[in-house]
């Protein structure tokens, strides 16, 4: 069982920035961010193999950036140029697997989440 805790999360105006962290229990092959916005399902967003292996959602490229630092079993995702659309429950997930470049995953475990709410 890995246990995981999202923090960083907060409002923001639009073209903020803001630092999402999720400390782990336990590194897995994979693990990744994912988000449900108002009224919608919920999507990923990034996620990364151990490795280093990452892949975003075409609606985050160039803007979100994750990354992992094993020795702190800590995920994180530096989100850049929020916008409206942006605001969502963010969560953190790990797979017992690699995620082998695919976003649309069966995450194992999962985060409570956390909030980020984008203003314009």
């Not at 850049?80 to 969502?88: F, G, I, V, Y």
Request: charged residues 20%; proline residues 2%; negative net charge.
């Amino acid at each position: 069982q890995v246990q995981l805790q999202e923090s960083g999360g907060g409002s923001v105006e639009s073209g903020g920035s803001l630092r999402l962290s999720c400390v782990a229990s336990g590194i897995s092959p994979c693990m990744g961010w994912f988000r449900q916005g108002p009224g919608k399902e919920r999507e990923p967003v990034a996620v990364i193999d151990s490795d280093g292996r990452t892949s975003y959602d075409d609606s985050v490229g160039g803007r979100f950036t994750i990354s992992l630092d094993n020795a702190k079993n800590t995920l994180h995702l530096q989100m850049h140029n929020l916008q409206s659309d942006d605001t969502a429950m963010y969560y953190c997930a790990a797979k017992a697997d690699y995620c082998g470049g695919s976003l649309w995953l069966d995450m194992d475990y999962w985060g409570k989440g956390i909030l980020v709410t984008i203003s314009s």
